[in-house]
């Protein structure tokens, strides 16, 4: 089952079933008229797409996007949902991001750190439909537990946990133990899904705020 937010479709491109936004085109992907192909390979939320995941991400959703980097995945959320908030730390990526913000009123770059959420705090709206995490760095699920307060309360945590930077030693399976356990303390995980196919070493996990 395909369980895609409405705005994403599927669409033959070169022979092949590739999952499409309508939108400006923002990292070279391929286009078909308004269409855009939305690259699993180098989108987590996109490859959890791909595999089926039920995200709970809907048209016209409000998005709290952490890690938004140089706005690849982000622009395709904000393609189809309503405000989107793109949290990103790093200011070179974030010039980039705002250009993919220039064709999209919805999308709305912050330059702020992930950990912080008290610093866009005034700046993003309480009860946001969906917590979208990419960050990609050591303690993703300290993360996802104090930014759980911008969720209403049958929101979605959709999260994607790279193993490899919690512990490049220690086996991902370890590694993705002790964050369900530390999630587990705000969110109720709902489902799950090794990325392997698109994402070595990567978790995607979609939970519910307790
Ligand atoms: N989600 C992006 C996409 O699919 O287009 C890719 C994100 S990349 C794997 C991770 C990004 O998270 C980097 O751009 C990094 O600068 C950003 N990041 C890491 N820690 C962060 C933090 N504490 N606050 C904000 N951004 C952070």
Known sequence: MDNLPEGVTRREFDGRDRLCT??????????????RVWDA??????AMLELGMETGLSGGDSVLYLGAANGTTVSHVADVAGPTYAVEFAPRPVRD????????SN??????????PESYAHVVESDVDVLVQD????GQATVATRNARFLSGDGRLVLAVKAR???VAASPESVFADVRTELS???EILGESRLDRFHADHLGIVARPR
């Open 22 to 35: 309508r939108g400006e085109p923002v990292y070279g992907e391929p286009t078909d008229g308004d269409w």
């Open 185 to 187: 303390e705000a969110y």
């Open 165 to 167: 930077s919690e512990d």
């Open 135 to 138: 960050v990609a760095t050591r």
């Open 41 to 46: 390979s180098r989108s987590k939320l996109g």
């Open 107 to 116: 999308l709305l770059p912050l330059l702020k750190d992930a950990r912080r």
């Open 97 to 104: 991001l705002l250009a993919a913000a220039e064709s999209r």
